[in-house]
């Protein structure tokens, strides 16, 4: 099952072309977003085992794999029928990735389709020398420990195989509003979705007063792994501390800050009435991010911007961070270390000083995930806004800066 609809791409003769693949069900779903809201200059494929599925998709691609072995109703969670159907119609996939610059593949993880057929299309995209970048969806904590297996076995995989991945958790939705309707929490992990697509795509396409090109993203994101894309815009008076608040924190994905992040690209789009000094601070107050709790990194930033008339009053964060480094310094010491100290012998103690006991907790299956604590105040994140502009060089004199708290 093949399928047309009469949606245009938008593509521009000679400029980059961005496809979005989703796979299985939840890739299909999740793609859904873009097709709703027309996005221009982005191919949408659906890639199912399922045609009842398919059949509602608004992709402009539609392909089903393994008709001959599935009959059409899916691979009852196995990802092995789901690589196996894949590999038998990959002739339509790569047909389908033709002439693509950079590829994102959605897909739920722990089922049969998702799991086992999207390392197939990054294989085929990545013989395509297609930067890929994959937006994978965990399953939730109550669908047991086999589904949690299959998933954390396919992220794996799919990790091996992309240039950069994004891993959203469906168990994080339930830090969020718990009063609102499921369908609006669920959306919440689509728009991460539209939200990275669409702010690269305008990143590369849209003219800007700076730029930043189509081998600037590949060189920043190339075989580099975890990523984030986040995007923030605010307005009015708070519109820089509420347009970072938003670009610098998701609840929903895996990672859902900056902090380590070695490579960076930034895109700013702001209105004639924000001034020089703002857009730096934007600059210092992403890096201060990524250093914040790893002092000892230099982030290589890249940065392009746009000044337009429409976006007076409001200021667009376009937050592109990867490369992480994983082990923290300049931190507290950790427990062990303290314990060595504190038994250790010196000149004005001989005795040991013991830590504080954990308390006990019964090793209970906890079907939404671990209980939220209660009685415990919500950390504030700041945003540091730096205060002005030095002369010899560096963008802020150090020790002069605003803490704005969201």
């Known amino acids: 099952m093949e399928e047309r609809l009469d949606i245009s791409v938008g593509y521009e003769d000679g400029s980059p072309r961005i496809t979005v693949v989703g796979v299985g069900g939840a890739g299909c779903n ?50 092995e029928k789901g690589r196996e159907a894949a590999q038998k119609d990959s002739d339509k996939i790569q047909a389908a990735l033709e002439e693509t610059d950079v590829l994102f593949i959605a897909a739920g993880l722990g089922g049969g389709t998702g799991t086992g057929a999207s390392p197939v299309v990054a294989d085929l995209a990545r013989e395509n020398r297609i930067l890929t970048i994959a937006f994978a969806i ?21 990790r091996e195989k992309v240039d950069a991945i994004m891993v959203a958790l469906n168990s994080n939705i339930k830090n969020g509003d718990l009063t ?10 689509d728009q991460l979705l539209y939200n990275a697509v669409v702010a690269l795509r305008d990143v590369i396409l849209k003219p800007s007063d700076m730029r930043l090109d189509l081998s600037d993203i590949k060189a920043k994101l190339s075989g580099k792994g975890k990523t984030i894309i986040g995007v923030g815009e605010g307005t009015g008076e708070n519109r820089i501390e509420e347009a970072l608040e938003k670009a610098l924190h998701s609840p929903i994905l895996e990672r859902n800050n900056i902090r380590g992040a070695q490579s960076i690209l930034l895109h700013i789009a702001l209105g004639p009435d924000t001034d020089l000094k703002s857009m730096f601070s934007i600059v210092e107050a992403v890096i201060s991010e990524a250093k914040d709790k790893f002092p000892d990194i230099n982030p290589d930033l890249k940065m392009g911007y746009l000044q337009s008339e429409d976006m007076e009053g409001r200021v667009r964060v376009t937050v592109i961070a990867t490369d992480f480094e994983e082990k923290e310094t300049g931190g507290t010491m950790k427990e062990e270390e303290l314990v060595k100290v504190s038994t250790s012998p010196g000149p004005m103690s001989t005795s040991r000083v013991d830590l504080p006991e954990e308390p006990e907790v019964e090793e209970d299956y906890f079907p939404f995930g671990p209980p939220i604590k209660k009685n415990k105040k919500k950390k504030q994140n700041v945003i540091r806004i730096p205060d002005r502009t030095e002369k010899d060089g560096l963008l802020f004199q150090e020790g002069e800066e605003d803490e704005e708290k969201i």
Not at 46 to 74: C, F, P, W
Not at 138 to 158: H, I, S, V, Y
Not at 180 to 189: C, D, G, L, S
Request: proline fraction near 6%; glycine fraction near 12%; charged fraction near 30%.
């Open 30 to 79: 999740t793609i859904g977003i873009l097709a709703e809201k027309e996005v221009e200059g982005v191919r949408l494929v659906a890639i199912n085992t399922d045609r009842y599925s398919l059949a509602s998709s608004r992709a402009h691609v539609k392909i089903q794999i393994g008709e001959s072995m599935t009959r059409g109703v899916g691979t009852g969670g196995d990802p």
């Open 180 to 189: 609102r309707p499921p369908k609006e929490a669920f959306r919440e992990i």
């Open 138 to 158: 965990m399953p939730f904590d109550f669908e047991g420990p086999q589904t949690k297996k299959k998933a954390e076995r396919g992220l794996e995989e799919l």
